[in-house]
């Protein structure tokens, strides 16, 4: 009995937590916004009472034939009605819409802001990605109509106590046979809103993979790869067996649903009728008036409106309060760089001491260890696929935690700094690098005001990367998008000429460290001869890691680390390694006889 009760507590808790949040929620973001809702409510109310009341004095002149209060009594009806539905249609088409968009912009950025707050390896997980996509497709909504739906039961509250004090004057019984039906009607209406929350649910993962595949059918990104697989069916497969778990779940609950809605509506068709025949009788039998007939008749309908619409947002908000417990849950959780320490200083130095780690059970990387800094500042990251070269720069930036071992930055562990701070002072280009469909400007500098100043640094970084021409060639210059995603004059680039912007990016970042994985990977090997110019004079003297399949341009290295299933394998600079003989030389050379015949 003890846990039930608690079980309750928890629950009321939880409601009034969500309410309180999303009203509070709101209220900082627009007060506007929450003070309409609130006059909204009392002129709603007032009107609600107003037509209940104003009915008997109608209903009263028609009998007793009174020509003069008719037009009068139907002119105010006219003119109140009018300037409801005035009122109504300027905040709802000129008002609302403006608000609830500036609540939506505000509450989606901050699930963005947040979202950068969990390590990417929590992306990798399916419950955390379902919950993350929950998130963002439930949360404005979610927030929103909590709010509205309190105005929604004050204004049932307002409503249904003057229509109860109207009511009463004339009989009691009829508020008895409303109640009645109303709350057998209200417990199907609270069970069928939970089935149906349960239904939403289980459908969120097959609506995100149904949702991917249609992006696959607009994003650019897609295109050549969809008209080239066509014929496999891959995506037709997938689509279908993503619709075939959605109809699944559909046919789970629509036997449950069904029955409950079912029952819901007989119950609500039985009470209106059990209070016609009642109200009927008593009028037959001369026991009330005509117009009193009318204003119980009319009351009672107004009453199982508003009563049923206060019992069905009990459950709604409980769903609400579901729905707002993952967004507490994930915008709760502690950010990472929480009560760490800004990175400052300059990097001077990477020591990895004793490093491993894994995605799930086996080992990416194995006892790592590697010094960067002072007389080591080129260093060359190398194997085969698969041996755990990005994984390695994953680390570095900060995005993964080691599962054992120390990564220090100048002597002190990494995981004492903030990684938002210390990822100021990295310049990377990865190997999935992505540029955005902006400006190219934008995309070089990374900001949206371009200046004066700013032109002049993107400029010579595309001189230094051999775009200057290309660029200044076009119509709107460096102010020209990539992409046609928001400009239809958007431009489509080549992968060496993306693969460029990015280096470009990198440069004007300026960083202590540079980051290049697989920089080469759009390059011919004569443009990779150029492209390796450029970078040595993007990183200059300080400290770089170059992640590359290609090796032929890494004489002058002053370290190449071979990996090889997740460990170190040799270590050395280039003609060290190639008189070793061992795995860096064989793929060296493996390599030189494909140049040759090139």
């Known amino acids: 009995m003890e846990k039930e009760n608690n079980k309750a507590n928890n629950k009321i808790t939880k409601i009034y937590k969500s309410i309180f949040y999303s009203i509070k929620y709101i209220w900082k973001i627009d007060k506007i916004y929450i003070m309409l809702l609130i006059v909204s409510s009392f002129l709603t109310s007032a009107t609600n009472i107003f037509n209940v009341y104003i009915l008997k004095y109608l209903t009263d002149i028609v009998v007793t034939q009174n020509k003069t209060l008719f037009p009068i009594v139907l002119f105010i009806m006219i003119v109140v009605s009018i300037s409801i539905n005035l009122i109504n249609t300027i905040t709802g088409n000129c008002i609302y819409p403006i608000l609830t968009s500036r609540i939506n912009k505000k509450i989606q950025k901050d699930i963005y802001i947040k979202s950068q707050d969990y390590n990417i390896n929590h992306f990798n997980d399916n419950n955390f990605y379902n919950m993350y996509y929950f998130v963002l497709q439930n949360s404005r909504s979610t927030i929103i109509s909590t709010t509205n739906m309190i105005g929604t039961i004050l204004t049932n509250f307002i409503s249904i106590g003057g229509i109860v004090v109207i009511v009463s004057k004339y009989d009691y019984y009829s508020l008895l046979i409303v109640l009645i039906g109303v709350i057998i009607s209200s417990l199907f209406s609270i069970k069928l809103q939970k089935n149906r929350y349960d239904y939403n649910l289980e459908t969120v993962e097959p609506t995100r993979k149904i949702n991917y595949i249609d992006r696959i059918f607009y994003l650019n990104t897609y295109l050549k790869e969809v008209r080239t697989y066509k014929e496999t069916q891959i995506i037709w497969s997938n ?18 649903i069904s029955v409950l809605e079912f029952s819901e509506n007989t119950t609500n068709s039985i009470t209106y009728f059990a209070v016609l025949s009642y109200l009927a009788c008593l009028a037959i039998f001369n026991y009330i008036s005509i117009s009193a007939f009318m204003v119980l008749f009319n009351g009672a309908q107004q009453l199982i409106y508003q009563i049923k619409s206060i019992i069905s947002i009990i459950p709604s908000i409980y769903s609400k309060v579901i729905n707002m417990n993952k967004y507490f849950e994930f915008m709760e959780i502690k950010k990472i760089d929480d009560k760490k320490d800004d990175f400052k200083s300059n990097i001077t130095n990477i020591e990895l001491e004793n490093i491993s780690f894994s995605y799930s059970n086996s080992f990416s ?34 995005f993964y935690k080691p599962n054992s071992g120390t990564i220090k930055i100048n002597g002190i562990d990494l995981q004492n700094y903030s990684i938002e701070s210390y990822l100021k002072h990295i310049s990377v280009v990865y190997q999935d690098f992505q540029l955005f469909s902006f400006t190219i400007a934008q995309n070089i500098m990374m900001k949206y005001e371009i200046n004066e100043s700013d032109e002049k640094v993107i400029n010579y970084a595309l001189k230094l990367v051999g775009l200057y021409d290309k660029v200044t060639d076009l119509k709107y210059g460096m102010h020209t998008c990539i992409s046609k995603e928001f400009d239809s004059n958007g431009i489509v680039l080549s992968g060496g000429e993306l693969q460029k912007l990015a280096l470009a990016r990198a440069y004007v970042r300026g960083g202590d460290i540079f980051i290049m994985d697989e920089p080469f990977s759009s390059f011919d090997a004569i443009s990779e001869n150029i492209v390796t110019n450029t970078i040595n004079e993007i990183i200059k003297d300080k400290i770089s890691i170059i992640v590359s399949h290609s090796l032929i341009n890494l004489c002058n290295m002053d370290l190449i680390v071979v990996l090889d299933n997740g460990k170190i394998v040799e270590l050395g600079k280039q003609d060290e390694l190639l008189k070793n003989k061992g795995i860096y030389s064989k793929m060296y050379n493996a390599q030189i006889e494909k140049f040759n015949k090139y």
């Open 239 to 256: 689509y279908s067996n993503s619709w075939k778990d959605y109809i699944d779940v559909t046919k789970k609950w629509r036997r449950k």
């Open 365 to 398: 990387l194995q006892d790592i260890n590697l010094k960067l800094g002072n007389n080591i500042k080129k260093v060359a990251i190398v194997g085969k696929n698969g041996s755990g070269k990005s994984t390695l720069v994953n680390l570095l930036m900060g």
